[in-house]
């Protein structure tokens, strides 16, 4: 009987070799990033750098979606009634023409105003740090035992000077840097055009970009899955565009409250204070302490009374903010607890900085809502529930 040779393919050992294949290549790639960390950390920044402004396209137009969406059903629908084509195509248009109205009002009445502030207070630094000495100077005549005398010391021979040689500092480099920021937006300023580019193409291709996404997912996984993934992602982008979209409207309304409230109660800088503060309530619960600080440390050198006043106006708008305006407008968009907040902040800061400090908290928000579904799942199918302590 004559042997048969003949190879016999078997799809279940070949489907085995795939994944086995793909495995150990994906391993080897890891095992060489982790090993030459610093060629593949220069790769990463080098990589970050060429797809940064299609990550700013993406963000400008993830950010205009619901202001497009606003003017399609309330502007172009009214005025292109027969022809639902061209509605989205005039939403763009309004919505981008908004955008750039906004961006020449802040260069051209915002900016130089933040600028002649920083300049007056960087002026003003010797003068204040004279007066103040003088006062130790009288303190020290006319002792009354309030500090001892070694703190006194300390405070007028260490602190004081230290403190306002770090001021004086800072805002003296406030000015060069200026500059070199501004030498640097003209050099970005190639990245931002093809950001803005991006952003326009992005926001026209919405649904075409929206029905290829579904495609993927359901030709890589099951239907049922499929499905059960893009209703995850559909909570995620409620989730992170609720907390960006209602903060940036919940935080323009506060730093206008502040402009107002400062204007009529006539304390200075109102233009440079209330921009602070408008920005970092971005920052939810830590935001508004982070800028009443600066405000209140600026308004101190010129006036005690007016830091008091202003520190008065800034706790009665943030428990406005906090009782009546933060609810109605945010609602529980994020639900995340003030320590997950204040671990999103740090670390957004520490490697993304400003703008990680403000898209921490939708993001690990995301993450935390995917890993209580993923929890709550996984009890479900061993059948386990758990009371919550109160």
């Excluded at 010391?153 to 230290?162: A, R």
């Excluded at 989730?239 to 009529?264: E, H, P, R």
Aim: net charge positive.
């Amino acid at each position: 009987m004559a042997n048969n040779h003949k190879f016999e393919s078997n799809k279940k050992y070949f489907t085995i070799s795939i994944y086995t294949t793909v495995v150990i290549l994906i391993g080897c790639i890891i095992f060489r990033f982790v090993t030459q960390w610093s060629t593949t950390s220069k790769f990463i920044s080098q990589l970050w750098g060429i797809l940064f402004p299609f990550f700013m396209g993406f963000l400008i137009a993830y950010i205009l979606n619901p202001v497009v969406s606003f003017f399609q059903r309330n502007v172009s629908a009214r005025i292109l009634k027969s022809k639902p084509d061209k509605q989205r195509g005039l939403a763009i248009l309004i919505s981008y023409l908004v955008m750039v109205g906004c961006i020449i009002i802040c260069l051209r009445f915002i900016i130089p105003q933040l600028y002649d502030s920083i300049r007056e207070l960087s002026l003003m630094i010797p003068d204040i740090y004279n007066s103040i000495m003088s006062m130790f100077e009288q303190y020290r005549e006319n002792s009354t035992d309030i500090f001892p005398d070694q703190i006194a010391d300390m405070i007028e021979t260490k602190t004081l000077p230290k403190l306002f040689e770090l001021t004086n500092n800072l805002l003296t480099n406030i000015v060069p840097m200026l500059y070199e920021a501004s030498m640097s937006f003209a050099k970005g300023l190639f990245n931002l055009f093809i950001a803005f580019i991006v952003s326009i193409y992005m926001t026209i291709d919405k649904f075409i970009l929206k029905y290829a996404g579904k495609r993927i997912v359901l030709a890589i996984f099951n239907e049922n899955f499929s499905y059960r993934v893009l209703r995850t992602l559909k909570d995620c982008h409620n989730i992170f565009s609720g907390f960006i979209i209602g903060k940036s409207i919940d935080s323009l309304i506060i730093g206008l409250l502040a402009f107002v409230a400062m204007t009529i109660l006539k304390l200075p800088y109102t233009v440079l204070i209330s921009v602070i503060i408008g920005i970092t309530n971005m920052i939810p619960y830590f935001g508004p302490i982070i800028g009443a600080v600066p405000g209140a440390f600026i308004l101190f050198i010129v006036s005690p009374m007016k830091c008091l006043i202003f520190i008065i106006m800034v706790f009665v708008l943030q428990q406005f903010d906090g009782l009546i305006l933060g609810p109605k407008i945010l609602g529980e968009s994020t639900g995340v607890r003030p320590l997950l907040i204040l671990f999103s902040i740090t670390v957004g800061g520490a490697y993304f900085g400003p703008l990680g400090m403000f898209l921490g908290v939708p993001f690990f928000a995301t993450v935390q809502f995917l890993i209580k579904n993923w929890v709550d799942y996984r009890l479900y199918k061993k059948k386990i529930k758990i009371k919550k302590e109160e």
